[in-house]
């Protein structure tokens, strides 16, 4: 859980620079596997719709994680570009999830949506 107790963190991964010995908790990152975009399983608010991850298409994509994470205008966002994007702006504290049973939605930190997914 993040520090809201209201955000559900898919996974974390360690920072293995530090060294196995010295790793503490602070030393993880929150991510979203990469098999939760493949199976379909995680979405976004757009405009008042749950438009999936993995089959939106480009240009709503881009209007999502524009708002939590600089990126350039591209036409074709392939399965590993969004969970790439989607990955930095958990790392940056921009994207939250939340879970619902065995699926999950994204949001973007700090904006009307994110209040109501949490």
Request: glycine share 6%; hydrophobic share 40%.
């Given at each position: 859980?993040?520090?809201?107790?209201?955000?559900?963190?898919?996974?974390?991964?360690?920072?293995?620079?530090?060294?196995?010995k010295?790793?503490?908790?602070?030393?993880?990152?929150?991510?979203?596997?990469?098999?939760?975009?493949?199976?379909?399983?995680?979405?976004?608010?757009?405009?008042?719709?749950?438009?999936?991850v993995?089959?939106?298409?480009?240009?709503?994509?881009?209007?999502f994680?524009?708002?939590?994470?600089?990126?350039?205008?591209?036409?074709?966002?392939?399965?590993?570009?969004?969970?790439?994007?989607?990955?930095?702006?958990?790392?940056?504290?921009?994207?939250?999830?939340?879970?619902?049973?065995?699926?999950?939605?994204?949001?973007?930190?700090?904006?009307?949506?994110?209040?109501?997914?949490?």
């Open positions: 859980m993040l520090p809201n107790g209201k955000d559900e963190v898919i996974g974390r991964t360690f920072d293995y620079r530090k060294g196995e010295s790793l503490k908790e602070e030393d993880t990152k929150p991510y979203v596997p990469l098999e939760v975009i493949r199976e379909d399983r995680i979405s976004f608010p757009l405009n008042g719709r749950n438009l999936s993995k089959q939106a298409n480009a240009e709503d994509f881009l209007a994680i524009s708002g939590a994470v600089n990126v350039m205008n591209v036409k074709e966002w392939s399965i590993f570009m969004r969970w790439n994007a989607i990955n930095i702006g958990l790392e940056a504290g921009t994207l939250m999830v939340s879970r619902e049973e065995d699926s999950y939605t994204l949001a973007i930190v700090g904006t009307k949506q994110s209040e109501e997914v949490a």
